[in-house]
């Protein structure tokens, strides 16, 4: 069969840490974080939006829930259909209660949860193990520190029991004009015998009024021999 149906499980692991920011971003009193954001590359296409609650203040340590819907197209070449053309339909739904622990300009969140996924494919495709509805459970953590003034370094995971997929990302960046970060970012992505890697430039916490943006543009690789540009944008508000 063809591998590509499992790639779609990528897009969705980088929504889930799109919303990390930088230690400063949230101000005494915000409690909602509502965010969004696109990623692109010529197998596929994702958009997704979510929220991010704390009860006690996003700014302090302590209990935090994030959700978040996304979805999209993809297409791989089926090896159980003869080499033919098989395009994807997704809809994936998080729900992960989490922990907070923020000391300095350092913050860990660590969450697990609700993962729901629904695949449709053109023409079906018996052959793939994404199919139809699959239900789950998902871990996640976010890292974000400030090793010195004018530096950043974010790490993100995940792990979820779909095809027990994992994800690993890391960024760098250096602040430029003291307007945002930017610098070098990898990711790597596995689900079941199907892997993608990344490696690209990002650009992270540019703040222009209520909101923040953030963008990545690189290259990626894949199991099935597939290569190609990708870009990222996200952006995120703070009530």
């Known amino acids: ?31 909602f974080l509502f965010f969004s954001g696109t990623d692109l590359w010529r197998n596929g296409g994702f958009l997704h939006g979510g929220l991010l609650w704390s009860p006690g203040g996003l700014d302090r340590q302590g209990f935090v829930l994030k959700s978040l819907i996304s979805g999209g197209t993809y297409q791989y070449t089926s090896g159980s259909l ?26 860990i969140d660590v969450y697990a949860g609700l993962d729901a996924e629904d695949h449709r494919l053109s023409p079906d495709d018996p052959g793939s193990s994404l199919r139809g509805t699959d239900v789950g459970v998902r871990v996640a953590a976010d890292y974000w520190t400030e090793p010195s003034q004018g530096t950043m370094l ?44 990344r490696v690209g430039v990002q650009l992270t916490s540019l703040r ?32």
């Open 154 to 197: 974010q790490l993100n995971g995940s792990l979820s029991s779909i095809e027990n997929s994992y994800s690993a990302h890391a960024a760098f960046g250096w602040r430029v004009f003291e307007r945002f970060y930017l610098g070098p970012e990898i990711a790597r992505f596995s689900s079941g015998d199907y892997s993608q890697n």
């Open 82 to 107: 003869g080499g033919a053309t098989v395009r994807g339909r997704e809809f994936v739904a998080l729900l992960m209660p989490g922990w907070r622990f923020k000391w300095g300009t350092t913050e």
């Open 1 to 31: 069969m063809g591998l590509g149906a499992k790639a779609v499980i990528a897009f969705t692991v980088l929504c889930v840490s799109a919303c990390s920011a930088s230690a400063d971003s949230f101000e005494s009193g915000d409690r």
């Open 208 to 239: 222009v009024g209520l909101c923040e943006w953030s963008a990545a543009v690189g290259w990626v690789n894949d199991s099935d021999s597939r290569s190609g540009a990708y870009v990222r944008f996200g952006m995120f508000t703070r009530r």
